[in-house]
């Protein structure tokens, strides 16, 4: 993993022992300083960098400045901001996974990476207030290519949310494809959706939805603009991505200058909106003092609403930022009642998002790494979980995992 110092939300506090404990994994922690060092003593490939550079100026087009002219950054300023925030991406990259380059340029630890599986970025505030916000690094390690092509995504988290994190690398292991990194902002009813925008909701959104955004670190793929052999816009293995799936992407987003009162120091977040309905599974770890780890998980799909719609309610938020509507499969009961009820059980501001349906599978996983599944919208007959855990009870299936996951403990105690 890649951590540094911990803000106000709970996941960003990485706790060893339960990486240790349940997953078998050692996490690290890297000071941002290292960042630093490798810029000003020049330990990155200088060959891909300006291949990167290029790359971005070609494909990366700039979007809406949220700040006023006085205030705003000059051009110069705004140059410079691109090559740290390319340099910073390769960087970080190099940190987790190595870059045999480096050795060749005499820097043979630097060469090897700390084989991360994952990471994550803790910037506010020191770092936001005195460098570009990690925004453009998390967006392209996330996303499933880069300047280089089809690549297998980099999970990186932001705020070094290393929970979503976790959460991002199960969707990611088990479908191939890009997770997104969302806030869960907040619910809009039907009734508020009409008294803002006029528009009475009807057909996906008739009941409402869940906002879905984040300060542009969401991976590119969540545009639904890579299309399947039928047109529908779906998220793909990173191995199916085909240069006109990366060239959608790409087109389809645009990047904004920071809004420098909260990012003093500039950078640039993805923006856009998931232009298409896809089934979609919001998953989130949490861990609860006296219990250990938690799973949630909610299977929906993502929406699209009218055009003046969505431009009048995505500009209640922060319009520099990439937004998904959401709309949570409701059964009439307990947290999935609403969907209202879906917000109102998650357990933190922050979800991951992964293309498809894959609850049964995450509910499988869960189970073999003892982490119990206490929310769920998963239909009874699809779930298997070992058939030890009927000895714990076969009518409150959610209490039997609690209680099968404390009795054998985690995997790798």
Not at 361 to 367: E, G, P
Request: aromatic content about 12%; overall charge negative; proline content about 4%.
């Amino acid at each position: 993993g890649f951590g540094a110092v911990s803000m106000g939300i709970m996941g960003s506090f990485l706790d060893p022992s339960f990486y240790i404990q349940y997953l078998g994994m050692r996490p690290e922690w890297v000071d941002m300083t290292e960042i630093l060092r490798r810029m000003d003593q020049g330990i990155y490939d200088p060959e891909e960098f300006q291949e990167a550079l290029t790359w971005v100026k070609q494909h990366c087009k700039e979007g809406y400045d949220p700040n006023p002219a006085e205030r705003a950054h000059t051009r110069k300023q705004k140059d410079e901001e691109w090559e740290f925030v390319v340099k910073m991406t390769m960087i970080i990259r190099d940190v987790m996974l190595g870059n045999e380059k480096l050795d060749a340029m005499g820097f043979k630890e630097e060469a090897l990476g700390r084989n991360g599986l994952f990471g994550g970025f803790q910037g506010q505030r020191m770092w936001t207030d005195y460098q570009p916000n990690g925004d453009f690094t998390e967006a392209i390690l996330n996303s499933s290519f880069d300047w280089h092509g089809k690549r297998q995504p980099t999970v990186f988290a932001t705020e070094n949310d290393n929970l979503n994190g976790l959460s991002m690398l199960f969707g990611n292991l088990l479908t191939g494809k890009a997770s997104g990194f969302s806030d869960v902002r907040c619910y809009w009813s039907p009734e508020a959706v009409e008294r803002v925008t006029g528009w009475k909701p009807e057909g996906d959104a008739k009941d409402g939805f869940i906002h879905l955004i984040n300060s542009g670190s969401t991976c590119l793929d969540a545009t639904g603009k890579s299309t399947d052999a039928d047109g529908n816009g779906v998220m793909k293995s990173w191995w199916q991505m085909e240069e006109k799936d990366i060239d959608a992407c790409l087109g389809a987003t645009d990047w904004c200058p920071a809004e420098l009162c909260q990012f003093r120091g500039g950078g640039y977040s993805s923006h856009f909106r998931t232009d298409a309905k896809m089934p979609l599974t919001m998953v989130r770890v949490n861990l609860v003092d006296g219990i250990g780890p938690v799973l949630q998980i909610a299977e929906g799909w993502s929406i699209v609403l009218p055009e003046d719609v969505h431009e009048k309610i995505d500009l209640r938020t922060d319009r520099t930022w990439p937004t998904t509507w959401f709309v949570p499969r409701t059964t009439g009961e307990k947290a999935f009642r609403d969907v209202y009820s879906v917000m109102a059980n998650w357990g933190a501001n922050h979800g991951a998002f992964v293309h498809g349906h894959i609850g049964a599978d995450l509910i499988t996983l869960a189970s073999m790494l003892r982490i119990p599944v206490t929310m769920h919208n998963v239909s009874e007959e699809a779930i298997f979980r070992p058939h030890v855990w009927a000895s714990f009870g076969t009518k409150d299936l959610e209490a039997a995992d609690l209680a099968a996951c404390r009795a054998y403990g985690p995997r790798y105690r």
